[in-house]
């Protein structure tokens, strides 16, 4: 079993800034990627920002130049710095890790965390 656990999520002012961490606990697999996601209420989940083990990188336009993606691979831990925050932000954020590549794979989530921008 594994699981991925994310942390660093909460409530913030538009121009503000949140760290997310993930990690993976119980049985040890090599993620080829491992990124984030999100879901904003009524809305389908969407890509923010995946990586590679071999440090490729994907992001969303919407948040390009906004938001980095880092991982740690020995520990099977991602983070994702999200600075400018701004309302449209505001949804429920999954931690991803996929055996397989940035097309497709088996993909493990975590339960969520949740941001939200508001003034």
């Known amino acids: 079993q594994v699981q991925l656990v994310e942390s660093g999520g909460g409530f913030v002012q538009p121009g503000g800034s949140l760290r997310l961490s993930c990690a993976a606990s119980?049985?040890?697999?090599?993620?080829?990627?491992m990124g984030w996601y999100r879901q904003a209420p009524a809305k389908q989940r969407e890509l923010v920002a995946v990586m590679t083990s071999g440090d490729m990188t994907n992001y969303a336009d919407s948040v390009k130049g906004r938001f980095t993606i880092s991982r740690h691979n020995a520990k099977n831990t991602v983070y994702l710095q999200m600075n400018s925050l701004k309302p449209d932000d505001t949804a429920v954020y999954y931690c991803?890790?996929?055996?397989?590549?940035?097309?497709?794979?088996?993909?493990?989530w975590g339960q969520g965390t949740q941001v939200t921008v508001s003034s």
């Open positions: 119980g049985r040890m697999l090599s993620f080829n990627v």
């Open positions: 991803n890790g996929r055996i397989g590549s940035l097309i497709g794979g088996i993909d493990y």
